[in-house]
């Protein structure tokens, strides 16, 4: 008896310092695509191929009310930073300075990044793809908002935007500007930028450390335009469009509400399409629907193939794999109407670029082995001789249910899948309704990588966090953010506050000086959403609630302020605007 008590002891004794010592810290991946809507994934109701996502939802956790900021830039200065754009820095984008602290162009030094915040922690940090964050795009600088002056150890990616799949514009290896030509690390039969993200991931995944917790932020260009992919991919996808966006549309609305995404009383709003029946142009519309499913398939293959390396190397069952999107569906129109021809207004001026010359145009005019970049109504899309767009008409498809787009701040342009997959930390595949924000990613990577978030970082005081970490929900506990979340992006603005949403359009005004030189603006009225029973925003009960939308907007008045969306470029005298109209 003495010998068995003795051994209970002995167990107990055994299991108390085993619960006391920490787990194994996790790799972490923060995946992100790029101009893709809410239902784009097979998990989110597309007929688009995503198996492997597909994978990572049933075995991981699926949100189905998250939220980015928009567009490019600012969300992707949200994600790396947990804070409001504009707090980063990043009030619009980086193609301009405003001399204002919420519009400098570039990251903020009073905000650190991901990796700023999990290398002290003993992280190994990776980045690879679109970085976005930065005025400077240019060899001789500024580089201080490069990667790897901003916490990462490894780069490769582009600096810029957008531009070419066959010919990145910006394309930079660590502080290195390259091309695919030039660049001796990687030469594959056919360069194509997805792919090249995709092996550099892997690459940096098996140099990685193996002492140490790796930390990656992967960053796709896929689906933004234009609309690139390989010959064998588009072929899946032949003839799959050609019925028209209205039913691919239809056909979306009722999986999403068999996945369980939207009740089964919910509304699907109205196309901003024309009638597939009068569109002239069928073919070349389809096949540019085929070209970006191609795209997004790309991109999923190549997630699978990251996920198989993992598998590989053993590491999937303690990796927290993240995704997803940068904004809503994008309706920019980018070379798909008028005249067949040319991207180049004067095409016998244009010289080839010289072996190792960079690239910078986002919108190139020439191939590099001397090609003519075309646009037009003609054109389809998907050899590196053509530039554009799949435009409104598919881009209301992405957004399916929801109203408006990238740029705009309702739920088209703000809704994003969020899929976690950690095997050891989320043992049973669920779904949550959380109101979730890209600025609760930051606290979230800070616990899991039992790191610190700093009050100073190189001298500079640090803005908190203002997010919530989504942690606790891997094992379905309750998550309360207790607070409003806000948007403001070219004074489109919102407010999320419980099931309530406050939204209102703006308008920029007099751009005839140029690609963000604008003068002036104009407020759109309030609009109010009970979101829970209208998430698509077709019932506006601002009339019959006037003290909540009152407080809702004095809630956007205060952040406007605090956030520092206020003074912007753009109001008279750099003013306040009168926001409860």
């Known amino acids: ?127 690879v793809g679109k970085w976005h964050v930065s005025q400077g795009i240019r060899q001789d600088g500024p580089l201080d908002n490069w990667p790897l002056q901003r916490g990462f150890d490894r780069f490769y990616g582009t600096i810029q935007g957008a531009g070419s799949y066959y010919d990145p514009a910006t394309l930079c290896r660590g502080n290195q500007l390259i091309t695919p030509a030039t660049d001796t690390a990687y030469q594959p039969a056919n360069y194509f930028y997805t792919d090249a993200v995709t092996h550099e991931a892997i690459r940096f995944i098996k140099e990685s450390d193996p002492s140490k917790p790796f930390f990656m932020y992967l960053a796709y260009t896929a689906a933004h335009w234009p609309l690139q992919a390989k010959p064998a991919d588009i072929k899946k996808y032949k003839g799959m469009y050609d019925k028209g966006w209205e039913a691919i549309r239809k056909q979306r609305f009722e999986k999403m509400k068999k996945l369980g995404l939207l009740p089964a009383n919910a509304e699907l709003s109205p196309s901003d399409a024309p009638g597939w029946k009068d569109e002239k142009n069928k073919a070349v519309q389809a096949g540019r629907m085929e070209v970006y499913a191609a795209m997004v398939d790309e991109m999923d293959q190549g997630i699978g193939e990251i996920m198989a390396q993992l598998k590989k190397q053993g590491l999937d069952e303690n990796t927290v794999v993240m995704f997803m999107q940068d904004n809503g569906g994008c309706a920019e129109e980018i070379g798909t109407k008028g005249k067949t021809g040319p991207v180049a207004a004067n095409p016998e001026k244009i010289k080839p670029r010289a072996k190792g010359e960079i ?128 948007w403001e992006h070219e004074m489109n603005r919102a407010v999320r506050l419980g099931d309530w949403k406050l939204v209102a359009k703006g308008e920029l005004l007099s751009e005839k000086d140029g690609y963000g030189e604008w003068k002036n603006y104009t407020l759109g009225k309030w609009e109010l959403y009970n979101i829970k029973s209208d998430r698509s925003e077709l019932h506006d009960v601002s009339a019959q609630h006037p003290d909540r939308v009152r407080e809702m907007s004095a809630i956007w008045d205060d952040y406007a302020k605090r956030a520092k969306v206020l003074p912007a470029p753009w109001t008279p005298l750099q003013g306040t605007p009168e926001s409860g109209q």
């Open 359 to 486: 690239e910078y145009d986002v919108i190139p005019k020439m191939t590099k082995d001397g090609k003519l970049i075309m646009k037009g109504e003609g054109i389809i899309g998907g050899p590196e001789t053509t530039y554009v767009s799949y435009g409104k008409v598919w881009a209301n498809v992405s957004n399916t249910p929801f109203r408006e787009y990238k740029h705009w701040v309702h739920e088209g342009g703000i809704s994003t899948p969020l899929i976690i997959h950690y095997p050891a930390g989320i043992r049973q595949h669920n779904s949550s309704n959380f109101v979730g924000h890209f600025i609760d990613i930051m606290p979230t990577v800070a616990e899991l990588a039992g790191a610190s978030y700093p009050a100073n970082w190189h001298n500079n005081e640090i803005i908190p966090m203002e997010g919530t970490s989504l942690v606790p929900l891997f094992t379905g506990k309750a998550l309360d953010r207790g607070k409003a979340l806000c």
């Open 1 to 127: 008896m003495k010998k068995v008590f003795f051994l209970l002891t002995c167990l107990s004794v055994w299991f108390e310092v085993s619960a006391q010592q920490p787990a194994k810290r996790p790799n972490i991946i923060v995946i992100l695509s790029d101009d893709m809507g809410y239902s784009d994934l097979g998990c989110y109701g597309s007929e688009i191929h995503t198996p492997n996502l597909d994978k990572l939802y049933k075995n991981g956790l699926r949100f189905t009310q998250f939220y980015n900021t928009a567009r490019c830039c600012p969300s992707r200065a949200s994600l790396l930073t947990g804070l409001y754009p504009h707090q980063a820095g990043m009030g619009w984008m980086r193609d301009k300075d405003a001399g204002l602290e919420g519009y400098q162009g570039g990251l903020s030094k009073h905000a650190v990044t991901m990796a700023e915040v999990v290398k002290p922690a003993g992280y190994t940090t990776l980045m």
